[in-house]
């Protein structure tokens, strides 16, 4: 009874260690390998620059704010300066324009007045006449007893040569008027383009004064110097990277799902990183599934002569962890 007792301990001993190795070891084959991808910050300028200082070297730490490269660029300084003098010149013509409409409006003042004061004249002699012929036709008419008659042959070609000056006194301050308002709606809509111009023009030096700030490169993130490709004095072509920086608290983990297995896996669900040569782990996010299958990394194989693929995928991780750039972690499913 005692040897069949212990007969069915020892075999229980035996499932449950069985069962141990089967929860804390995993298949490398089959896991889910990773490793903690560094993010990197490339500095360079889309346009021709001269390296005038470098403030860092490789491997230092930066902090946000703090001084990486200066260049200068010549090209730069005489854009500005156009862009300024063509501002300056559209200003003057726009100021000259203006005088020329003031001087216009003038000229055409002055000569309606000219025009109405000989009109004003000539009103003036009528009116005398008028007057004249007045006194005439009544002195006439009472030596030979026909006043009365006189008064009722109407108005004389005096009054209507009268009527008509009155009348063109109003058409010269009427046409005056319009070729005022025609001038100022004309100068109006010169004035719209002239703004828009200007406009233009200020949006443009303010972009390249932006740039100009632009020509010292400091450090937006918390992180550590890579390569610095280049020396001072330099001459770079556009795009031509200048140096790295790499996050410190690396945050993305890139994985790779074994396409001989099938694993359950969604965008959002939670997952455990833990790293394959020391007790740490952390959770982590799944924030992308990869569409393609990829080749392993080297460092990723188990055997570096036997290829393996499978699907990519990217975890993200809080920014308070303790991995490394580059660290190789595994990746457990939570079920």
Known sequence: MVKKSIFIIF???????????????????????????PMKK????????????????????????DMLV????????????????????????????????????????????????????????????????????????????????????GPSYYKIELDILNREIEFISRQHELEVRSEQRFFEEETKSYKILVGELENEIAALLEEEKQLVKRAEIHGTIGNVNVQTGELLSPYTTILSIYESKPTIIKAFMNEGFK?????????????????????????????????????LKTNQNIPM???????????DNKFLNGERVFVIIKE
């Open 11 to 37: 075999w229980f001993c035996i499932v449950l260690v069985l069962l141990m190795f089967s929860f804390l070891f995993q298949d490398k084959n089959t896991a889910i390998v990773a490793q903690v991808e």
């Open 42 to 65: 490339a500095i360079s300028y889309h346009r021709a620059v001269k390296i005038k200082e470098i403030f860092v070297i490789p491997g230092q730490t930066v902090m946000p704010g």
């Open 70 to 153: 200066k260049v200068e660029r010549p090209d730069l300084i005489l854009d500005v300066e156009r862009k300024n003098n063509d501002l300056e010149r559209l200003n003057l013509g726009h100021q000259l324009k203006e005088k020329k409409l003031t001087e216009r409006a003038n000229r055409s003042r002055v000569g309606k007045e000219a025009q109405i004061r000989k009109i004003d004249g000539e009103i003036a002699q009528l009116n005398v006449i008028i007057d004249n012929n007045k006194e005439l036709t009544q002195q006439f008419g009472n030596l030979t007893g026909f006043s009365d008659t006189i008064r009722q042959l």
């Open 263 to 299: 694993y359950s896996m969604e965008v959002g669900k939670s997952v455990e990183v833990e790293s394959t040569n020391r007790k740490y782990s952390i959770e982590g996010k799944v924030s992308e599934i990869g569409a393609r299958i990829v080749e392993y990394p080297n460092r």
């Open 309 to 319: 693929w499978g699907q990519e995928l990217f975890i993200k991780i809080p920014e």
